[in-house]
């Protein structure tokens, strides 16, 4: 059975930082494609953050490129994402998805997701 468990959500205030993790078992991340989404209330899903294993490919969107760094420890494996200069507007709750891939950059669907972490950023 597959498992992806997300841990270091929390309340942080703006303009700090926080490094969340995604946890697999029963499937491993190297060539795969691993994705963090943010969820707010009332809001559509966003992709922040994806990483390709298989190239060690990194792929942002504009709103989180420079604040976003993900990483993977495929000893470990888990995938990071550390989150810096956090705004009021990163509140989300934060999912890990995981997809077998072989391709560049990153998949467009993911069979594996977490249950998610809460993130809070007080203004």
């Known amino acids: 059975e597959v498992q992806i468990v997300e841990t270091g959500g929390g309340l942080v205030q703006a303009g700090g930082s926080l490094r969340l993790s995604c946890a697999a078992s029963?499937?491993?991340?190297?060539?795969?494609?691993i994705a963090w989404f943010l969820q707010s209330p009332g809001k559509e899903r966003e992709k922040v953050s994806c990483?390709?294993?298989?190239?060690?490919?990194?792929h942002y969107p504009d709103s989180v490129n420079g604040r976003f760094t993900v990483s993977s420890d495929n000893a470990k494996n888990t995938v990071y994402l550390q989150m810096n200069s956090l705004h009021a507007e990163d509140t989300a709750v934060y999912y890990c998805?995981?997809?077998?891939?072989?391709?560049?950059?990153?998949?467009?669907?993911?069979?594996?997701w977490g249950q998610g972490t809460q993130v809070t950023v007080s203004s």
């Open positions: 990483i390709n294993t298989g190239d060690d490919s990194t």
């Open positions: 998805a995981a997809q077998r891939f072989y391709g560049l950059n990153c998949p467009s669907e993911f069979d594996y």
């Open positions: 029963g499937f491993s991340l190297a060539d795969a494609g």
